[in-house]
């Protein structure tokens, strides 16, 4: 952008939020991020985690521009369709003033139009306006000029009125957000505004109407990896760093020649950075490993610990448990230093898609293929805690368990079978209220140790034989690197943590609606779960806000029997 003041956002932003294809709200004007074939490589700093970039078929990562000496992430016009504020004229931005980004006319700033369409495969397009404009009636021959007119009765689309010079009858809004709505009058072009140079694609998914700033716009899918041994260590990172020089070296050659290059360097030796290389090596040789691969990994790291040295980015120490919660919990231990990537691998639109290399329906980042994605890296703190099997498998064998199982279950196909979307399996009895108890729990940590509750995020491990969470800081500004979190893995801090969050989820200000209500939320995928006890800013669940339900932790309101933690 060649304006005196850039629109601004924060490094992590431009992964999680802001991401390629979505749309970036900047004062009175609207952009969109361009893909990453677009970025210069030299503004991009490499971000290591081989893991992670195994997993995703990508060599490495690089974390978005900072904006210093003009290297900006790109970005592009969109929408295209603007109007005048006081005139009404609608039409493309560069059929006015596009310099000034004014109308000519009025002298008044342009203002991007507040709708788009959309299609679940990821593509994107104008509003198409005149096509509504025209619907029913042959198109003359002449010039047309649109106006965007406002009744102002109400903030109705009823009242937004379209009118043509051509002599149409005018057509308000009213109904073109139905499913089926623009499929009536126009399919979808394949358009990708976020790779200029990208030619359209064929698609036979109808288009949406939507409003430019709505959360099903855009969705990221965003994967993310802990950083766990040995790839944590600072022989590991010794090693990373020196990468591109140490992969074309023989390892017959190796210890010849790494004594001069770790000279002054304490902490590392010859046998360590050979045995790290050749692990490395050994990586990129291996099946490329599943999101639930690396899950495993760094379950069995967070259950075995280590201690590590002062430069260790993994440091995680099992600490006593206090005998008042042994009944339920297995293990607490104290993260002192943990480092998380996240990978920005694709995105959809309309309808999120599974976060899976496999799913061809993610939307590219790029033309070509690339090997490397867009990533951010965050250091902090955390506690993990390892739930009791026994009183998992007894919970799940009760018929409470059971029936609020099976009332997701029931939402998921009634949402297959109304929207078309995959048919899916509600995810485990287990992983329900394991997931509950993880909001409880990270609200009243934000409460004791004093982050800020957006700073904080969850990590739930909930397949067979798995029965944890990782609750750790997640902002990659000052609030996520306060101190304090993991100081309340101790035994005592930490039952009484726990004793007042299951305390407090035992009474919602919205029961008995909220604990007696059926499937809430987001395509009913909630139980017994609202905004004033268990739902989280979007920043802090990694599962969207879905799939809670207070009454499988705590049991039903009336006798408090058949929950996970009722026993307690």
């Known amino acids: 952008m060649a304006t005196a003041e850039r629109p601004k956002a924060r490094q992590s932003q431009l992964v999680t939020t802001y991401g390629v294809g979505s749309l970036f709200p900047a004062g009175d004007q609207s952009f969109m991020i361009c893909g990453i074939d677009e970025w210069d490589e030299k503004w991009s700093p490499p971000v290591e985690e081989p893991r992670l970039a195994r997993s995703l078929g990508v060599h490495t990562f ?15 016009r969109f ?23 004014q109308c000519p006319d009025c002298l008044r700033d342009l203002t991007p139009s507040r709708f788009v369409a959309c299609c679940e495969n990821g593509h994107i397009e104008d509003f198409p306006y005149f096509n509504w404009a025209h619907r029913g009636s042959d198109v003359p021959d002449g010039p047309h000029r649109m106006m965007l007119e406002s009744q102002g009765a109400s903030s109705s689309l009823a009242d937004i009125v379209i009118r043509c010079s051509c002599g149409v009858p005018a057509h308000d809004l009213d109904g073109s957000f139905g499913r089926n709505a623009l499929s009536k009058i126009k399919g979808c072009d394949g ?7 990208a030619p359209d694609e064929q698609c036979e998914k109808p288009l949406r109407a ?15 990896s802990i950083s766990i041994p040995p790839w944590s260590s600072p022989t590991a990172q010794f090693v990373t760093k020196h990468w591109a020089v140490l992969e074309h070296v023989p390892e017959s050659a190796l210890a010849a020649a790494l004594p001069a290059m770790i000279e002054g ?85 309309v309808t999120p898609m599974i976060t899976d290399t496999t799913n061809p329906r993610l939307a590219r980042l790029s033309e070509t293929h690339l090997q490397w994605l867009p990533a951010t890296e965050v250091l902090g703190e955390g506690i993990f805690v390892r739930l009791s099997e026994d009183a998992i498998t007894t919970w799940e064998e009760q018929s409470l368990a059971r029936q609020r199982h099976q009332l997701l279950d029931q939402s998921l196909q009634r949402r297959a079978v109304e929207s078309g979307a995959p048919i899916m399996s509600a995810p485990s009895a287990r992983f329900i209220a394991i997931h509950s108890l993880a909001h409880a729990l990270l609200q009243e940590l934000s409460l004791d140790a004093g982050y800020p509750i957006g700073s904080l995020r969850e990590r739930i491990y909930a397949e067979e034989s798995q029965a944890g969470l990782l609750i750790y800081t997640a902002s990659s500004d000052a609030a996520g690197s306060l101190g304090g979190l993991a100081a309340l893995a101790d035994e005592q801090h930490f039952a009484d943590t ?14 008995p609606v909220c604990s007696e209500s059926g499937p809430s939320g ?12 268990l739902l989280l800013p979007e920043t802090s669940c990694e599962h969207r806000n879905i799939f809670l339900d207070r009454v499988s932790l705590v049991g039903n309101i009336e006798s408090l029997t058949g929950g996970l933690v009722s026993s307690l």
């Open 62 to 76: 690089r974390a978005p521009s900072t904006g210093k000496r003009n290297g900006d992430v790109p970005v592009v």
């Open 265 to 349: 360097r304490p902490g590392l030796s010859v046998e360590g950075v050979v045995d790290v290389v050749r692990q490395r090596k050994g990586l990129e040789t291996t099946t490329q490993p599943s999101d639930q691969d690396l899950r495993d990994e760094e379950y069995r790291a967070l259950i075995d610990g280590n201690e590590g040295g002062p430069l260790d980015t993994f440091q995680c120490v099992p600490v006593d448990v206090d005998e008042r919660v042994q009944a339920l919990v297995a293990q607490v231990s104290r993260a002192n230093r943990l480092r998380e990537v996240r990978a920005l691998q694709g995105f959809s639109r």
């Open 498 to 511: 726990l004793s007042a969050a299951l305390s407090r989820a035992g009474w919602c200000s919205n029961d």
């Open 210 to 224: 939507l409003q430019r700033g709505s959360s099903n716009v855009w969705f990221g899918a965003v994967r993310s």
């Open 191 to 197: 358009k990708r505004p976020w790779l200029p140079d």
């Open 522 to 533: 987001t395509d009913g995928l909630n139980l017994a779960a609202c905004h004033a006890c």
């Open 79 to 101: 929408p295209t369709y603007h109007y005048c504020p006081q005139c009404r004229r609608l039409d493309r931005h560069w059929k006015f003033d596009a310099k000034k980004m």
